[in-house]
């Protein structure tokens, strides 16, 4: 027989502990598995956090690993994420051995999350896909088209011992071969935790790769201002779609719904991206919650999701030092601004 939920979350990062604790904390019961995203590299990749959202999110900060550089709170995604599913653990059930696969719909009105072996099902009146789930089950549902190349980036991701940084930092290049990238390093403990990303159209064409992005920013003359000489160490890669010409309103359908991150909606290049995140899942939590047991205005949730999203501008830019046009012409608005489609 299958496990019965009110709201079932695919995905255990903070945008889905956000939400979980705001929709336990209204009664409803409601349950996590892990999504299928890279979470490999999580350990290598961090972060601009306010603490003041993570305190609206969680009811406090205590014991939150977070550091304060020159007056900037920054996160390690792995460190944080992990004390957030301990601050839920009590309320809603996380259950780490169910890796998800597919949704359909059952006879009680809901809908069934099968396991990759077929052998467990979760029912639920309401699930929701966040940034890991199985971007099948959007796509399957209408909520997501799939992805084409050119709107997918490729991320390198290192902890960098030797980088002097005690700022957040990004910033755009071109490749040794020619390829319009960009990248940000955060202070971390004694090191930096340092990224560079590129169109996976850009990268596939010249046979590259993240990690290769990477290495050539490290290896590159203007990795001195990071003081990064010689590095040796472990490199990570991550693929994460980027679709900011999405309709806004396709953030849910009946009772299947995906959050604005796994719908397009926020930029993973922005050094804001987390924050973002954080501010979109309490109020994507607030507005289910104030619905439940009656399912919300997926369409007026759609606009809330692109106020709050919608001004927020990509790192990728016109920019007459790099040349980069990799969003085309124009006024330089919000990155969404200029395809948003109504």
Known sequence: MARELDVLIVGTGLGATTIARRLSGAGTAVGMVPGVGCARFKHLEAFQIDSA??????????????????????????????????????????????????????????????????????????????????????????????????????????????AKVNRFMNGAWRTSWGMPAWYSAIPWSDGALVSASARIENIMRASRDGRDTLRDMLDSPFAEELDVYDFQGELGMELVPLRPNLDPASIGFHNLAITPDANGLIDPRSPDRFNTVMRTAIAFAEQVAASWPSLPDWDQIGELMWEICGSVRTPYHDDSETGFVEDGPGKKHGLLSRFRRR
């Open 53 to 162: 959202l993570i305190e609206r999110a969680f009811g406090s900060t205590t014991s939150a690993p977070l550091q304060a550089i020159n007056g900037v709170q920054v996160a390690q995604r792995d460190q944080l994420e992990r004390w957030a599913i301990e601050r839920v653990s009590g309320d809603v059930e996380v259950l780490v051995d169910f890796e998800e696969h597919r949704v359909v719909l059952n006879h009680r009105d809901g809908l069934d999350l099968i396991d990759v072996s077929g052998a467990r099902t979760l029912s639920a009146r309401l699930i929701l896909l966040t940034e890991g789930a199985n971007p099948k089950i959007g796509i399957a549902a209408g909520l997501r088209p799939d992805f084409a190349p050119e709107d997918m980036i490729h991320f390198g991701r290192a902890f960098v011992p030797s």
